[in-house]
């Protein structure tokens, strides 16, 4: 009965009920996103930030935070003024040959996210004892089952759920207890050394955070949802909020294994370590809530970005799209969604699988890809037939300008490490 | 003038090719074609040529190409020198308009996205026949065309055909094309009322909301009816509240109800505001049911009589009305305040004498429901006695509305609707 409230909603004369309810329905798309955000990857990065340099880099997680809204209220304004998915406007501005390739480069992007989602509900379920042979089939069928046997407005509720579970990593935060003061003391006076490993984990903690994919899914969820222009200001707050929240919740992931790990000079390698070594310091339970989140993380991240992947290709390559259509009448949609499922699952059970390699590789080509998509997005917002009234404002615009810019060159820095 | 064309082109073989002057210096490059609107193929008229100079783009109309073939060639020495501007009106331009674009394929009823177009030379001049929404069409823009064309003959001894729609068939999307939509709506008029519809909801808002403009009232009332509730919504919510009122008015009462308990008391108040007099009190009424129950399921549009009425004058009757009806089937036979007294299908009336009043035909006893009856219940009332419409009534029996069975469809599988 959705339908009621809109109707009691839009029709109450008290504004603040009415703001407060608006924002109530519209939420979903930013808050999603941002959340998906901290999948099994970016928890592996700011433990091992956590774990390997204290609370030195904390403070970077304002910048980033900027930067991450600044780019995500453009994908949101593009989807409620033109009605159209990233894909679909990069396709219409710029061709089929650059698009094509684009859409190769994020197929094998999103491929490697894949894989590490179910790597991490593997490591988060093998914490409580679950060996992957059962966690990865079993979760890759439900992801499989939730999407093809549920419509998107039931499925994002399923999500909006999910986000609340990340709660887990802020109780974690306070039982380990922190020296609040000096937690303060590290944001009022950020320290930026340019050592080269602080270098590499601030890339990686930016590449982690601002990847191509999520342009692609705010949008297209956007427009999904059919949020129309005198309603933005809703879901800009909604991107607003989803991004405060993503570093709350990543803020805390450090925090904890600054003030255990790094404290008691425990080296880690990936987020299963840091939480099986929570157990001796903080208590078996920061382990299990630890694991938890990593767990619930990986399965949202995980039913998501198949399904994403496979929706922004289609469209940008033409072919037909929509879970309610038969196999027959799309069969690009659900052969590359399946083909995602299987062999992201599959690669996992693997014997002796070269992860580490797999990863490397697949954040390669997201640095490839994400300076195109963001270039793209800048051309589009600043598109006036397409934008209308709605292009960037010039201050905006340098803010955004710049903030690609950055975003490139780190990318860039990631590369010149890399080989 | 012969330019020594090949007898079909692609617009992959057109786009970024050289163009010469005739001392065989490169000025520039292809990047658009611009074709003549006319029915039903249109023809290439020119061509626009990027430069590096200054002026970055030039019109080089077809008439001053001297060869196609083996590489573009045109009269003068410098582009410069042409100075002719693109004609105004009746013109597409390709590449902005076309390609890339999404398109209603009026034949096979679905939005498909144009990865290349097909063009055949005829009196020595190039027409716009068919658009390409194929794989090998897109293998092509990105240059595989060759190298996947031998790996599948290879591997699965399997030819990649081209999809090609007539460009008869095409309505676009974009571009000036929109507003010659009224113009050529014709093609979309000829899809059935639910493909219109599956088209509409496919489209992204803007584009969307403009072939739903173009629409003439009736077709516009038809698709509407099978259009999803929250785009139907968004839709209304976009025109005019006098075009509203005027497509409200068409559609059939049950559907026209649903779409105003949906919207903001206000918005449906002025809808109705604009409306026929009578039309807008028989929604006012329906308005006033509970989505949920026999009240909120039935429609005003039928047929109810006088049991004096002879059959010859039902007929006459049903025939001058059928076209505003939504229940055909049965006529209802009622007294002067409105007492439902009973009920003639068209069968009777067709097997029945000419000269005979329908209380002399009319069955006997009447299975009704009341207004207020839960929706579940009158689907068992439909599945029990098979009735393909049921007269709805309040608690002195004065007929109130009629349920058709297409209403009751909406209830067991809304999705499918």
């Known amino acids: ?419 | 003038m012969d330019q020594n064309l090949k007898d079909f082109y692609f617009f992959n073989d057109f786009l970024n090719r050289r163009v010469y002057n005739p001392s065989g210096l490169k000025v520039g490059k292809v990047s658009d074609l611009v074709a003549e609107r006319a029915e039903p193929y249109p023809m290439i008229i020119g061509l626009v040529v990027r430069t590096k100079g200054r002026e970055k783009r030039f019109y080089l109309p077809w008439e001053k190409i001297v060869r196609i073939e083996p590489r573009i060639t045109f009269l003068e020495e410098e582009l410069r020198g042409l100075k002719i501007s693109l004609p105004e009106k009746d013109i597409i331009l390709l590449r902005e308009e076309v390609m890339d674009k999404q398109i209603v394929d009026t034949f096979g009823a679905k939005v498909v996205r144009v990865n290349d177009l097909h063009f055949l030379r005829v009196d020595s001049r190039l027409r716009l026949v068919h658009v390409d929404v194929g794989f090998r069409g897109l293998m092509r823009r990105v240059g595989w065309e060759k190298g996947v064309d031998w790996a599948l003959r290879w591997l699965f001894s399997y030819d990649l055909p081209n999809q090609f729609i007539s460009w008869k068939y095409v309505q676009l999307l974009s571009g000036s094309d929109l507003l010659q939509l009224s113009v050529s709506q014709k093609k979309l008029s000829h899809l059935h009322p639910a493909d219109l519809a599956d088209i509409i909801e496919d489209l992204s808002g803007r584009e969307r909301s403009a072939i739903f403009h173009a629409l003439d009232t009736e077709t516009a009332a038809e698709a509407l009816e099978e259009i999803d509730p929250k785009i139907q919504k968004a839709l209304i919510e976009t025109i005019p509240v006098e075009k509203a009122s005027d497509i409200v008015e068409e559609m059939s009462p049950s559907d026209a109800v649903d779409l105003l308990a949906d919207l903001t008391e206000e918005r449906a108040e002025e809808i109705l505001e604009g409306m026929e007099q009578e039309k807008a009190e028989d929604l006012r009424e329906l308005l006033i049911h509970s989505d949920e129950t026999a009240g909120g399921l039935m429609t005003t549009a039928y047929l109810s009589l006088n049991p004096k009425v002879t059959v010859e004058a039902a007929i006459a009757r049903l025939r001058a009305e059928a076209p505003n009806l939504d229940i055909i089937d049965y006529i209802y036979v009622v007294d002067e305040e409105e007492v439902l007294l009973g009920v003639v299908s068209i069968r009777d009336i067709l097997t029945a004498q000419s000269h005979q009043p329908l209380s002399e035909i009319q069955a006997p006893r009447v299975v009704s429901v009341k207004q207020d009856e839960d929706q579940n219940e009158v689907v068992e009332a439909f599945a029990k006695y098979g009735f393909r419409a049921l007269p709805v009534v309040d608690e002195g029996n004065h007929l109130r509305g009629v349920i058709s069975f297409r209403s009751v469809l909406d209830v067991l599988a809304p999705e499918a609707g």
């Open chain 1, 1 to 419: 009965m959705e339908k009621d409230y809109t109707k009691w909603v839009s029709s109450s004369k008290r504004s603040l009920w009415r703001t407060v309810g608006l924002f109530f329905i519209l939420m979903g798309p930013g808050i999603i996103t941002s959340n998906v955000d901290n999948d099994a990857g970016g928890i592996t990065t700011y433990s091992l930030a956590g774990a390997q340099f204290g609370l030195k880099l904390i403070w970077s997680l304002i910048p980033i935070m900027i930067a991450l809204i600044v780019i995500q209220e453009m994908c949101a304004r593009m989807g409620v003024v033109t009605g159209k998915g990233l894909s679909d406007l990069i396709r219409e501005k710029f061709g089929a040959k650059i698009t094509f390739y684009m859409m190769i480069g994020v197929f094998l992007t999103n491929m490697g996210n894949v894989i590490s989602e179910f790597a991490g509900i593997a490591a988060g379920m093998e914490v409580f004892g679950v060996n992957k042979f059962i966690s990865v089939p079993l979760s890759a069928f439900l992801v499989w089952w939730m999407i093809v046997k549920g419509t998107y407005k039931s499925v994002e509720k399923v999500f909006l759920v999910a986000c609340v579970f990340y709660i887990s990593y802020i109780i974690t935060g306070f039982i380990v207890k922190p020296d609040w003061n000096n937690v303060l003391e590290q944001f009022l006076h950020p320290q930026l050394s340019l050592h080269p490993s602080e270098m590499t984990m601030l890339i990686g903690v930016v590449g982690t955070t601002i990847a191509p994919w999520m342009q692609f899914y705010l949008q297209a969820s956007i427009v999904e949802k059919g949020i129309k222009i005198d309603e933005y200001k809703f879901a800009r707050f909604d991107v607003v909020m989803g991004a405060v929240m993503v570093h709350i919740v990543a803020f805390f992931i450090i925090l904890v294994c600054a003030e255990t790990l790094f404290k008691h000079g425990i080296q880690i390698e990936t987020a299963k370590d840091a939480a099986l070594s929570l157990a001796p310091l903080a208590g078996k339970y920061c382990t299990y809530l630890f694991a938890f989140g990593l767990v619930n993380a990986s399965l949202f991240a995980a039913s998501i970005l198949p399904l994403s992947t496979t929706y922004l290709i289609c469209e940008g390559l033409g072919w037909e799209t929509g879970i309610d259509k038969k196999f027959l009448e799309a069969p690009q949609f659900y052969g590359s969604y399946s083909l995602i499922i299987f062999l992201g699952a599959g690669i996992i059970l693997y014997p002796n699988l070269p992860l580490i390699p797999i990863m490397y590789f697949s954040q390669v080509i997201n640095g490839m890809v994400l300076p195109f998509v963001l270039i793209f997005m800048l051309l589009l917002i600043n598109d006036k037939k397409l934008m209308m009234n709605y292009t960037n404002g010039p201050v905006f615009n340098a803010i955004a300008w710049v903030t690609s810019i950055v975003m490139i060159g780190f990318t860039l820095l990631l590369f010149i490490q890399m080989f």
